[in-house]
């Protein structure tokens, strides 16, 4: 079974977007609980206590890869683990859900720039128009039927951190393309342990500055769930889906976390489900379902 879901990349993505849409909500949450340097650094350090058991076989079979390897790995280190998690945890101290939802659509825009620009991968004209139309149903979402929406929400300083943090993401993901022919494991292994040492002297500048941690049942809660699903599973996902059909026909699937945020707010948050939900959603699936099929074909193991 668990082979049969590591070979379906569209279910594999899905899953991505719905732990990442549920770690921004809780990222949001727990503003003011824990400090994001801290929350980052503890999120990868039990996300690789998780994992060393059972990666540790694969690290040692895959070590003269690491060795071979190791500038790139470091790079997806720093940006895909260190970076990426620790800004966008920063950027929810200042902004509310809805802009870093709006901004974080960019990131198949993003992955298209630098995939383009390091990898020298074009979109395709379905491509295009699938991010394009999944873009008009998350805006849909978003601005709950009125465009006008959008002329009113206020931007600070932490919307441009979002932003910072999507470019980021974009590098990392474009890079996964040139991934080591290691093993799933021991790729994602050495990459968060890379990550963990590029954030430890921030974790260590953060708690010399006094931050504190509220021990409460939402800290607790908070860095389970982020340590588990949208860091061990969701990597793993992710890394699998982008190594079967390439970062651009991955892209698409950003889309989804807006609307998973917004199935998240109706079902735990008690919002009222309404008609530009249903619009949006459709807008949404009908976008990644054009990116994904009307593409250049991409298959490997």
């Not at 683990?81 to 939802?101: C, K, M, R, S």
């Not at 139309?133 to 932490?158: H, K």
Request: glycine share 8%.
């Amino acid at each position: 079974m668990l082979r049969r879901l590591l070979d379906a990349p569209y279910l594999l993505l899905t899953l991505v977007s719905l732990f990442w849409a549920g770690n921004l909500v809780l990222g949001r949450h727990a503003a003011g609980h824990v400090p994001p340097v801290t929350l980052a650094w503890t999120r990868w350090t039990l996300a690789s206590l998780i994992l060393l058991p059972f990666a540790w076989p694969a690290l040692r079979k895959d070590y003269p890869l690491i060795l071979r390897h190791w500038r790139l790995l470091a790079v997806l280190g720093l940006t895909g683990i260190a970076l990426f998690n620790t800004i966008a945890y920063y950027a929810l101290q200042f902004t509310p859900a809805i802009n870093a939802l709006l901004i974080q659509s960019t990131g198949p825009l993003m992955i298209a720039f630098w995939s383009l620009a390091l990898n020298g991968e074009r979109l395709s004209g379905g491509q295009a128009v699938g991010i394009g139309l999944s873009l008009m149903g998350v805006l849909t979402i978003i601005c709950r039927g009125d465009p006008g929406v959008l002329m009113r929400i206020e931007f600070n300083q932490g919307d441009l951190w979002v932003i910072v943090a999507m470019v980021i993401y974009g590098i990392y993901s474009s890079l996964l393309a040139r991934r080591p022919a290691m093993s799933q494991l021991g790729f994602l292994t050495s990459t968060m342990l890379l990550g963990l040492l590029f954030l430890t002297p921030l974790f260590a500048m953060e708690r010399a500055t006094g931050a504190q941690v509220i021990f409460d049942t939402t800290t607790i809660l908070t860095i389970a769930y982020v340590a588990l699903f949208p860091s061990v599973l969701a990597y793993l996902f992710f890394i699998r889906g982008v190594q079967l059909i390439g970062p651009n026909r991955a892209a698409p699937f950003f889309h989804l976390m807006p609307m998973f945020g917004s199935i998240l707010a109706i079902l735990f948050l008690g919002e009222v489900p309404h008609l530009y939900h249903a619009v949006g959603y459709a807008l949404v699936l009908g976008g990644i379902a054009i990116a994904t099929i009307w593409a250049p074909g991409r298959a490997k193991a």
